[in-house]
């Protein structure tokens, strides 16, 4: 059976930088493939040029057959032919996927629309509600700043998969999602029989989806391996870190919702808060809780429950329609309370190398020379594991997983009293998240509060973290 996908010796070089070098790979109809490797390794830059997304400063060497067609000289004409129809995207980021001012309806009718065809309204919401998209006709009239991340992603796969083509490329499908919903989608996309390449920095997931295994460090293939290989022994040091760091991820239980708290003074008290968003519905239900120096407080609920809004409450960014949020006398002061966006990239300046932007919050509070700033987010960035990064670099050179590196970085700049981080390890690989959950933890023993919004298990158990369970019309507390 001759491959849907067909890469040989594939490069991928932005200016005098290469970034992935020969690399080659087959995937067969029905068949999923899973690109693993530490942020910035180079996946997202394969995924982007299999699509001749790569942009203009890219230089693509080897070649890309898709279905038999060599598309080493492909206009963007050709491109555009293939796009949709033989090949679906969902992309990283799926707040930079959609257009901002329009609806998410309008995003997903797009996907008819660039085929010539015209969209069917009913066509569109049955498939959101495939996907557990509640009140998909009135939830699709609304702009992608009123969805969550996870809906938003969920949408992107609605649309990579509109036209059942035959090679799908998901590029960390699963970031804001629970793992059982993840599960599910992709369950659904393979028994579509189209051939997948799944990007993904989430072993277990891939291990449960992928037939084979392909690990990129700095852009080399280091292994190339049946799924089933992955358990057994003589790895290459690469896989073996990312396996060890993934079963050493704790397996404990987070302290249960309504655990005391420590006796210290809350910093912010949270009393019956609801929100409602165009007056359609409620948003979050009523909530309670505080939020205390040297713990940290756990958002939890399903994609779309009101987790992000909760926290932009937290943080001053929206008022709740109903109850109270008391905030302690000691918070006026600027960067005491710090938020990390679930959205990493757009939260840092297009125009600004990653230094001042790291740099900023601490400028904020007392006058820093040029040099004084640069040798502050060098120590920062190290911190969260980028010292080998260039600090000259926009956001726009760096992986969705740095971005959200360099947005923790600034965020502990300000040394906060209060932490707000909303999927904070949503784009990390194993190695990353760890790394990122012994920090934080760190900082929460030093006597930070932290309040962190998440799908992920294992970032609440690490960072002992009181629960608080978010669900739209329903009273939660803890």
Known sequence: MSPVLDCRNLSVSYGPTPVVHGLSFTIAPGQCLALVGSSGSGKTSV????????????????????????????????????????IGYVAQDPFAACDPLRSVGHHLSEAWRARGLSPDPAEISRRLTAIGIEDAPRIALRAPHCWSGGMLQRASIAAASAHAPPLIIADEPSSALDADRADGILTALRASGAAILLI????????????????????????????????????????????????????????PRHAEPRHAEPLIRVQDIARRFHGDGPEVGQVSFSVIPSQTTGISGPSGSGKSTVLKM???????????????????????????????????????????SVAEPAQAQHRMNRNQQKDLAAELLARVGLAAIDPEARPSELSLGQCQRVAIARAIAARPAVLIADEPTSALDTLSRA???????????????????????????????????????????A
């Open 314 to 356: 937290l943080a001053g960014l929206e008022r709740p329609d109903r109850g109270l949020i008391e905030r302690a006398p000691s918070l006026a002061r600027p960067g005491a309370i710090m938020p990390i966006f679930q959205n990493p990239a757009a939260s840092l300046d297009a125009l600004w190398p990653v230094w001042r």
């Open 200 to 255: 993904s920095h989430d072993l277990a997931l891939v291990q449960r989806q992928a037939d084979r295994i392909v690990i990129l460090d700095q852009g080399h293939c280091v292994e190339s391996l049946d799924t089933r290989e992955l358990g057994g022994q003589a790895h290459h040091p690469v896989t073996q870190a990312l396996l060890a760091a993934s079963q050493s991820l704790p397996e404990g239980t987070p302290t």
């Open 435 to 477: 790394r990122i959950g012994d920090l934080l933890a760190g900082l929460v023993a030093e006597g930070m509060a932290l309040v962190v919004a998440s799908h992920d298990p294992w970032l609440h158990a690490r960072l002992n973290a009181r629960r608080v369970e978010v669900a739209r019309a329903a009273e939660c507390t």
């Open 47 to 86: 995924a982007r040029a299999i699509l001749g997304m790569q942009g203009p400063t890219a230089r693509i060497g080897g070649q890309i057959l898709v279905e038999g067609r060599d598309m080493s000289r492909a206009t963007e004409r050709d491109w555009r032919a293939l796009r949709g129809l033989r």
